[in-house]
T-cell receptor, first 121, second 110 residues
Framework: DTAVSQTPKYLVTQMGNDKSIKCEQN?????MYWYKQDSKKFLKIMFS???????INETVPNRFSPKSPDKAHLNLHINSLELGDSAVYFC????????????????????FGEGSRLTVL | QKEVEQDPGPLSVPEGAIVSLNCTYS??????FMWYRQYSRKGPELLMY????GNKEDGRFTAQVDKSSKYISLFIRDSQPSDSATYLC??????????FGIGTKLQVIP
């Protein structure tokens, strides 16, 4: 039973198109993320949502818009795709540190999906 | 200077060798330190998790943290071909922000 699943796994599209990637987690986690892994394998955070609220928004072009309809889902929509957007996009989830001395999970322990490989031609 | 520096390799070792993987960092605010393993065409998975200076052992894997030198290491004993993967160090500051190293690609040759 897949913990973090994302679709599609592969996406090939033309420059200028709009595309979406969907992510779902069944771990009951509070926090979900989008990471981008470029051709050099560098994994960089894009967005983080906690209970549908945006908490991390790194320097990402406005063409990228995340949406979290509920805490189990985080989708990524990309407008006007560019060649430089070609990468593997990973969805991840984690349980948030309670901050009250009661640990509900280890800060930074991320559970990743298998990735969505986007190729822009 | 990047916050986290890691040699991308590739690193090739014979089966049974001891492997040493390292990262240095510059941000004193990092509190938690992890190693993730990523097989080809898969997502990273957590391998080791530490939050204090010193050593932590789990089977053939030992994670070492030296906060005074801002240096972390992962040692793999009796390396196996199944250990062939990319190993990413990762560090956390504050509110869930995880910063990854670029990853070291390891190949263990039978």
């Amino acid at each position: 039973d897949t913990a973090v699943s994302q679709t599609p796994k592969y996406l090939v599209t033309q420059m200028g198109n709009d595309k979406s990637i969907k992510c779902e987690q069944n771990l009951g986690h509070d926090t979900m993320y989008w990471y981008k892994q470029d051709s050099k394998k560098f994994l960089k955070i894009m967005f983080s949502y906690n209970n549908k609220e945006l908490i991390i928004n790194e320097t990402v072009p406005n063409r990228f818009s995340p949406k979290s309809p509920d805490k189990a889902h985080l989708n990524l929509h990309i407008n006007s795709l560019e060649l430089g957007d070609s990468a593997v996009y990973f969805c991840a989830s984690s349980q948030l540190w309670a901050g009250t001395g009661v640990a509900r999970g280890r800060t930074g322990e991320l559970f990743f999906g298998e990735g969505s490989r986007l190729t822009v031609l | 200077q990047k916050e986290v520096e890691q040699d991308p390799g590739p690193l090739s070792v014979p089966e049974g060798a001891i492997v040493s993987l390292n990262c240095t960092y510059s941000n004193s605010a990092f509190q938690y330190f992890m190693w993730y393993r990523q097989y080809s065409r898969k997502g990273p998975e957590l391998l080791m998790y530490t939050y204090s200076s010193g050593n932590k052992e789990d089977g053939r894997f030992t994670a070492q943290v030296d906060k005074s030198s801002k240096y972390i290491s992962l040692f793999i004993r009796d390396s196996q071909p199944s250990d062939s993967a990319t190993y990413l160090c990762a560090m956390v500051e504050g509110y869930q922000k995880v910063t990854f190293g670029i990853g070291t690609k390891l190949q263990v040759i039978p």
